[in-house]
């Protein structure tokens, strides 16, 4: 059902998601659950709820150890939460939404800024794009130099024992 929360239960145990409806109305997997919530809960309350550590300090005292973490269906319904008022979960989920398509935003300029660096340095270090001075004739030719010309390489010496 659109809206239901949709919980990894094993490996990455307690990893939420919200269920959107789509054209197939159905979770296929051995490897989570999908819960659905009363007229107490909202779903995206309980997606950022199962991000925090308290969330996943109680959620992992239920995870039984093993080749792969694995997270019992059963016990899922034992851990303990602090439910504020429908209100004001649906204000927490809005605001912690609201940060998250910030935060996107912010990543997808800080990507775009990246391109454009790497595509200034290209055009910098080739020598296609030059800087002026602030004042007076255009900065010099650029000379080619060997690696050499300009470094002294040391070797480091070998390291003696502390005695």
């Given at each position: ?73 059963s016990d899922i319904l034992k851990i303990k939460l602090y439910l504020p008022t429908l209100p ?76």
């Amino acid at each position: 059902m659109d809206g239901d929360i949709v919980m990894i239960t094993t490996a990455d145990c307690g990893a939420t998601g919200v269920f959107r409806k789509q054209e197939i109305d159905y979770l296929s997997s051995a490897y989570g659950v999908r819960i659905r919530l009363n007229e107490l809960g909202y779903p995206y309350y309980f997606k950022y709820f199962f991000q925090t550590r308290l969330a996943r300090k109680e959620i992992n005292s239920y995870i039984r150890k093993a080749t792969v973490a694995n997270l019992p269906g059963s016990d899922i319904l034992k851990i303990k939460l602090y439910l504020p008022t429908l209100p004001e979960q649906q204000k927490i989920a809005s605001f912690l939404s609201a940060v998250d398509k910030k935060t996107q935003q912010l990543t997808r300029k800080k990507e775009l800024l990246e391109q454009y660096k790497k595509g200034v340095m290209q055009q910098l270090f080739s020598g296609k794009l030059r800087f002026k001075p602030e004042k007076g004739k255009a900065f010099a030719d650029w000379e080619e130099k060997k690696l050499g010309d300009v470094f002294e390489f040391f070797r480091g010496s070998p390291i003696s024992k502390v005695i």
